[in-house]
């Protein structure tokens, strides 16, 4: 039977981290403040935001709620960006997405400075996972995935890992995460031939295939520490891209959905907020 990688006592351990990092910041007068640009009402757009805020709130970081109507206009949205930008007062920003779709998304992200990017969207960000630079901030869900590695003593070097999802999100700089951890890495996506053959090699899976318990038994071997990082509604249910109760009695150990890598996710990006703040003020 599995271990249950649970998000909780990792979150924990990153808020531990970053509460200190908080707390020097505070004596310097430095309060790290994000702020969240959210177009519309989608539901799932409102669970996040709240998410991050009670996150927020919990370990002492300021939050700023930009709310813009469905209906806002390009021009509206990139100069309310430019605002944030120049702001000084605000050390992250977060913007939600997708974004309705008449607004270009690809103009939001080269519009928004890598230095406030705390969930690495823009190029700047992506370079600097890409490069092993450590400039900008990994995105969210990906760096999550190394921590509960972390978290859990799974050393990556040598193992073969396997990421189902190529997006830029999660599985493209997940995998380079994991390459600089030393892990040999292969991506699987939609195309891959007899994909089952390719993940039951696996050592390490990481699942981000955004469809709901897509990835079944038949993908699966013993042995494996598998990541779940799907978020999907079945039946009213929340489940992940994994059958959980087919993977349980198989591979070594398996993160929960709920109660996984969307728990740690929050952690990581107030995380990054504080690091920001401490970026962009001390020398």
Do not use: W
């Amino acid at each position: 039977m599995a271990i249950e990688l649970k998000g909780a006592p990792v979150a924990a351990a990153i808020n531990e981290r970053t509460q200190k990092e908080l707390s020097a910041l505070n004596e310097l007068g430095i309060m790290p403040t994000l702020a969240i640009v959210r177009v519309g009402d989608r539901e799932d757009d409102l669970a996040y935001e709240n998410g991050a805020v009670k996150r927020c709130e919990k370990v002492g970081v300021a939050v700023t709620r930009v709310t813009l109507p469905e209906s806002t206009t390009q021009d509206e949205l990139l100069n309310k960006i430019y605002e944030l930008n120049n702001d000084t007062a605000v050390h992250g920003v977060l913007i939600l997405l997708p974004l309705p779709k008449h607004l270009d998304g690809e103009a939001v992200r080269r519009t928004l400075s890598p230095d406030k990017d705390v969930d690495g969207i823009t190029d700047g960000s992506l370079a600097g996972v890409f490069t092993g630079s450590g400039e900008g901030f990994s995105p969210c869900t990906a760096q999550a995935c190394i921590e509960i590695l972390d978290h859990y003593g799974i050393d990556c070097k040598g193992k073969r890992a396997v990421v189902i999802g190529r997006s830029l999100v999660v599985g493209k700089p997940v995998s380079m995460l994991l390459m600089a951890k030393n892990a040999t890495v292969t991506i699987c996506h939609t195309k891959t031939a007899d994909m089952p053959s390719v993940t039951k090699n696996a050592e390490i899976l990481i699942a981000a295939a955004g469809k709901a318990r897509a990835i079944g038994a038949e993908y699966l071997s013993e042995s494996q520490v598998v990541i779940d990082v799907g978020i999907n509604f079945q039946d009213g249910v929340m489940c992940g891209d994994v059958d959980f109760d087919a993977a349980l009695p198989i591979v070594s150990a398996i993160t929960p959905v709920p109660g996984g890598v969307g728990t740690v996710t929050t952690s990581v990006l107030v995380s990054h907020v504080v690091e920001a703040a401490k970026r962009q003020n001390v020398k």
